[in-house]
């Protein structure tokens, strides 16, 4: 066999071999659009039945701020209708028993006006990643969903529970808390709902900015007043430096705060919006 003759065998090797591979990534490719599409389907299915009959309908819930709370001299403990706020609460119309049979692990949902986010919770206890790339069926790949660690718990009675959700071009799970990024949407956009079995939660929004990819509960002292002081400092520096703080509404040690956690541009990095718990 001469030179040439080899060459040529050589080239059809190498042909055929970018070719196998080529076919296996458009497999894959394919297998995961399926996949995020399915997951999307069941997403809006669940969006639908939860809105139904109840997107355009509020409750109204007179509670007073726990950073607001005042004595009034003449009345013994009581609170001064000056400091009580009204929070309308978008109402949902929740079937628990429908959502854990689609799965178990759903124990709340989240809502944020004016953004994509209107989604289950999850948890999956003893295996904190697995939301991480599991979608609600239990298909492997994105969309995942919007889940909490097993640190946390499933009553929100900590001091700061994280929610996590992927940054999905598409605009799905925890992509538009970047629109917390844009100053007019952070000031107007002011309030973050929780609903569970028991209660509805309202969190008030007071801070949006880029943080380090530290993991937030193993990184931090939440056990101690000191902690949580030295917690709440470095909140509010880095908000300032590398995002925004709302300076109207106290945050202290001793309410509870929901941190919500997705991915930014640089592997390093995370965007997180907080929010105060006033409702409790």
Same mark, same amino acid.
């Given at each position: 066999? !001469?030179?040439?003759?080899?060459? +040529?065998?050589?080239?059809?090797? @190498?042909?055929?071999?970018?070719?196998?591979?080529?076919?296996?990534?458009?497999?894959?490719?394919?297998? &995961?659009? @399926?996949? %995020?599409?399915?997951?999307? +389907?069941?997403? %809006? =299915?669940?969006?639908?039945?939860?809105? &139904?009959?109840?997107?355009?309908?509020?409750?109204?819930?007179? %509670?007073?701020?726990?950073?607001?709370? #005042?004595?009034?001299? *003449?009345?013994?403990?009581?609170?001064?209708?000056?400091?009580?706020?009204?929070?309308?609460?978008? #109402?949902?119309?929740?079937?628990?028993?429908?959502?854990?049979?689609?799965?178990?692990?759903?124990?709340?949902?989240?809502?944020?006006?004016?953004?994509?986010? !209107?989604?289950?919770? $999850?948890?999956?206890?003893?295996?904190?990643?697995?939301?991480?790339?599991?979608?609600?069926?239990?298909?492997?790949?994105?969309?995942?969903?919007?889940?909490?660690?097993? $640190?946390?718990?499933?009553?929100?009675?900590?001091?700061?529970?994280?929610?996590?959700?992927?940054?999905?071009?598409?605009?799905?799970?925890?992509?538009?808390?970047?629109?917390?990024?844009?100053?007019?949407?952070?000031?107007?956009?002011?309030?973050?709902?929780?609903?569970?079995?028991?209660?509805? @939660?309202?969190? +008030?929004?007071?801070?949006?900015?880029?943080?380090?990819?530290?993991?937030?509960? *193993?990184?931090?002292?939440?056990?101690?007043?000191?902690?949580? &002081?030295?917690?709440? %400092?470095?909140?509010?520096? =880095?908000?300032?430096?590398?995002?925004? /703080?709302?300076?109207?509404?106290?945050?202290?040690?001793?309410?509870?705060?929901?941190? $919500?956690?997705?991915?930014?541009? &640089?592997?390093?990095?995370?965007?997180?919006?907080?929010?105060? /718990?006033?409702?409790?």
């Amino acid at each position: 066999m !001469d030179k040439i003759e080899k060459q +040529k065998n050589i080239y059809k090797i @190498l042909c055929i071999i970018l070719l196998i591979i080529l076919i296996v990534v458009l497999v894959m490719w394919g297998h &995961s659009a @399926l996949v %995020e599409k399915s997951a999307a +389907k069941t997403y %809006e =299915k669940l969006q639908e039945s939860v809105n &139904s009959d109840a997107s355009d309908t509020k409750t109204q819930a007179s %509670e007073t701020e726990q950073q607001s709370t #005042q004595v009034s001299e *003449n009345a013994g403990d009581t609170e001064t209708d000056s400091h009580k706020e009204q929070y309308d609460i978008p #109402q949902k119309n929740l079937d628990w028993e429908e959502l854990e049979a689609v799965n178990p692990d759903i124990y709340a949902w989240i809502y944020i006006p004016n953004t994509n986010i !209107d989604y289950p919770v $999850l948890q999956r206890s003893g295996d904190n990643d697995y939301y991480l790339e599991h979608n609600l069926d239990g298909s492997r790949g994105k969309p995942g969903c919007i889940y909490t660690e097993d $640190l946390n718990s499933k009553e929100f009675t900590d001091y700061n529970t994280v929610i996590y959700g992927h940054n999905m071009k598409s605009g799905a799970m925890f992509r538009t808390l970047h629109d917390f990024e844009d100053k007019s949407f952070f000031d107007n956009n002011q309030y973050v709902y929780i609903y569970t079995k028991d209660r509805t @939660l309202v969190y +008030k929004i007071f801070a949006a900015y880029t943080n380090d990819a530290k993991h937030i509960l *193993n990184s931090n002292d939440f056990t101690s007043e000191q902690g949580l &002081s030295d917690y709440l %400092e470095k909140v509010f520096k =880095k908000a300032q430096a590398e995002g925004y /703080l709302r300076d109207d509404v106290a945050v202290t040690g001793e309410n509870a705060i929901l941190t $919500l956690s997705t991915c930014t541009t &640089s592997s390093d990095k995370r965007y997180i919006v907080q929010a105060v /718990l006033v409702n409790e």
